[in-house]
């Protein structure tokens, strides 16, 4: 199975929203977060990506459909590896996302005392995609909301070619279902992944991981 849809949208933005909407439209499984935390052979996969040996074949097998970290610091390299795959931005405000981010993912990342020994090869790898990589090693308020200003530039530079999407979660089930070519369904889009949920479920990840 070819890679189908590319998700650019930092996590935080509704990317588990957009996973299970995604596979509700039938472009299923969607790999996402939840698929390699707790997962060693994907961690390993996705650490040799950090390490500039990316196999995204083996990474995406089996997948129709990316979104969230990982793959959203790497969707254009993705995007060059599966080039009939469509983009798709889970679209948010800049200030909301980033009151998000600065209070889910930075601090899980920036503070590595509490990282637990077991799970150390998830975090190392987690921190070199999302600091290293989608926040180009910036860490500072405008720095990373910099780093996010940039790749939802890059995505709407595509959909100005006709090649992307850059959507919010708010709008519902009609232009991503109109950029993808599938029937509307008849219940409302999903909405999921609070951030209590986001701490549930990391919890929850890691202690698969013990």
Known sequence: MALKIIGAGFGRTGTYSLKLALEQLGFDPCHHMAEVIGNPA??????????????????FSGFGAAVDFPAAAYWREIHQAFPEAKVVLSARD????????????????????????????????VEAVVIGKALAGRTDRDGILAAYRENVEAVRRLEKEGRGLSFAASEGWS?????LGSEVPGEPYPRTNAREEF???LKAGLEVEA
Not at 42 to 59: C, H, K, M, S, Y
Not at 175 to 179: E, I, N, S, T
């Open 94 to 125: 800049p200030e909301r996302w980033y009151e998000s981010f600065s209070q889910t993912i930075l601090p899980v990342l920036t503070d590595r005392a509490s990282w637990p020994d077991h799970a150390k090869p998830w975090f190392e790898m």
């Open 42 to 59: 994907q961690v390993a996969l996705w650490t040799e990506v950090v390490n500039g040996r990316p196999d995204f074949g083996a990474i």
């Open 175 to 179: 232009p991503l279902c109109a950029y």
């Open 199 to 201: 701490f549930s479920a």
